[in-house]
């Protein structure tokens, strides 16, 4: 069984940063593409990133282009999302996923087999 753990969470002050990690474990995680998506109260979940199993391909929603960086380091398992300038409206309970399909530009919840349970992020003054 594929199990995902997310941390790094937090409160932060707009225009601060945060770096979140999702470590792996039970699976093959360097076959796997990643994604975070993010629920924020009240709306629906939305894509905030992807990146392909090699790592090549990396994809992030337009609310956080130019902001947040996805990354991955196979030889520890892990995935991560770097965010920058952040902003109230970033405040979400962020998710990480796996899809085995190790596809490119996976933007839908629906590709993804796995998911953790979530790390509160939130950007307030």
């Known amino acids: 069984q594929v199990q995902l753990l997310e941390s790094g969470g937090g409160l932060v002050q707009p225009g601060g940063s945060l770096k979140l990690s999702c470590a792996t474990s039970?699976?093959?995680?360097?076959?796997?593409?990643m994604g975070w998506f993010r629920q924020g109260p009240g709306k629906d979940r939305e894509f905030v990133a992807a990146i392909n199993w090699r790592g090549m391909n990396k994809y992030v929603g337009e609310s956080v282009k130019g902001r947040f960086t996805i990354s991955r380091d196979n030889a520890k398992n892990t995935v991560y999302l770097q965010m920058n300038s952040l902003k109230p409206e970033d405040t979400a309970v962020y998710y990480c996923?796996?899809?085995?399909?190790?596809?490119?530009?996976?933007?839908?919840?629906?590709?993804?087999?796995?998911w953790g349970q979530g790390t509160q992020v939130t950007v307030s003054s």
């Open positions: 996923s796996a899809a085995t399909s190790g596809g490119s530009w996976l933007d839908r919840g629906s590709q993804y087999d796995f």
């Open positions: 039970g699976g093959t995680f360097s076959t796997y593409s």
